[in-house]
């Protein structure tokens, strides 16, 4: 089965901080996502990498980066939390990309408050 | 972009008997997968079931069958024989052929069963 673990589960930080939410899989998966979830918004893409060190915009990058060094782990970073940013974050990766039927895999989330 | 809909923030089912949740998209490809996909109260969400939108056969899973309407850009799941464990939310996605890796959500249905 596939493994998808995520850094922590719950997450308190505080304005301004910089803050680190690391990803990891154990399929040798290519593609790997950061979304964040709120209720009523469903699952909003934030960034996406389909290689090490390849990275590409989702629909909400702004306020966030993402760091992919080595292929099981995906790093999303917030430079400087805000208030905003208080949700749920989810990772996920996929084996193969464009126009297969492959699954998304996810971890259990982390729910960061910021205050 | 590609959109999913899924109109029913709450839905509710006896324990035994069916329900269906509803998801239309809107695409222009004629190439894509759908997806259903279960996040339980706290835990890791996982896939439900796909489609193929090439396939003419609705995919089926134990208790869990769509309703793929190509023409109407509909995807409904029906879940027959509901149980106690089938309580969740539910999350309808869309991946295409030409947008790349990502995939877009629906905004979650609340499936609540009751005894």
């Known amino acids: 089965d596939v493994k998808v673990t995520q850094s922590s589960r719950y997450l308190v930080k505080r304005t301004g901080e910089k803050v680190f939410l690391e990803c990891v899989q154990d399929?040798?998966?290519?593609?790997m996502f950061w979304y964040r979830q709120d209720p009523g918004l469903g699952l909003r893409l934030i960034y996406f990498s389909y290689d090490v060190k390849m990275k590409e915009k989702g629909d909400i990058p702004e306020g966030y980066s993402v760091s992919r060094e080595k292929k099981e782990r995906f790093s999303l970073i917030l430079e400087s939390a805000s208030t905003n940013q208080t949700s749920m974050y989810l990772c996920?990766?996929?084996?193969?990309?464009?126009?297969?039927?492959?699954?998304?895999?996810f971890g259990p989330g982390t729910r960061l408050t910021v205050l | 972009a590609q959109t999913v809909t899924q109109s029913q923030p709450e839905m509710s089912v006896q324990e035994a008997e069916t329900v269906t949740l509803s998801c239309t998209y809107d695409?222009?490809?004629?190439?894509?997968?759908l997806f259903w996909y279960k996040q339980p109260p706290s835990r890791q969400m996982i896939l439900v079931i796909r489609q193929e939108a090439y396939k003419q056969q609705n995919a089926t899973e134990n208790r869990f069958s769509v309703n793929f309407q190509k023409a109407a850009k509909s995807f409904s799941l029906k879940i027959s024989d509901s149980q106690l464990g089938d309580a969740a939310m539910y999350f309808c996605?869309?991946?295409?052929?030409?947008?790349?890796?990502?995939?877009?959500f629906g905004t979650g249905t609340s499936l609540t069963v009751i005894p």
């Open positions: 996920a990766s996929r084996l193969s990309g464009t126009g297969t039927p492959d699954t998304q895999y």
């Open positions: 399929m040798d998966h290519e593609n």
């Open positions: 996605a869309y991946s295409g052929g030409n947008t790349g890796n990502q995939f877009y």
């Open positions: 695409t222009s490809e004629s190439d894509y997968y």
